[in-house]
């Protein structure tokens, strides 16, 4: 069982940064790839980015080069660094954990807000 704790969401004026982070609690953090999803009202949950124990990365196309996932194995700590917001990423922020070799071994945090607005 993995467990999260979430901060760093907030208000922030577009064109602003935010950086998200998320502890993990729990043995094996190494044996996760970490990600961050959002969900805006009225839509579906998305991919935000992904980041496998050695530092491969995967971003969703509307966040590409404007936010950056990273990880410290040591701390059992993912982070989203979130540049150049737009209205458009308004969103609930949730962190995830999928096991590499347990497929049933995935975990949510309970989320973040984010709120881009002037």
């Known amino acids: 069982q993995v467990q999260f704790v979430e901060s760093g969401g907030g208000l922030v004026q577009p064109g602003g940064s935010l950086r998200l982070s998320c502890a993990a609690s729990?043995?094996?953090?190494?044996?996760?790839?970490m990600g961050w999803y959002r969900q805006a009202p009225g839509n579906q949950r998305e991919l935000v980015a992904t980041?496998?124990?050695?530092?491969?990365?995967d971003y969703g196309d509307s966040v590409q080069g404007r936010f950056t996932i990273s990880r410290d194995n040591t701390k059992n700590t993912v982070f989203l660094q979130m540049n150049s917001l737009e209205s458009e990423d308004t969103a609930v922020y949730y962190c995830?954990?999928?096991?590499?070799?347990?497929?049933?071994?995935?975990?949510w945090g309970r989320g973040t807000q984010v709120t881009v607005s002037s």
């Open positions: 995830n954990a999928q096991h590499v070799v347990f497929a049933n071994a995935n975990y």
């Open positions: 729990g043995s094996g953090f190494s044996m996760y790839r």
């Open positions: 980041i496998t124990s050695g530092g491969t990365t």
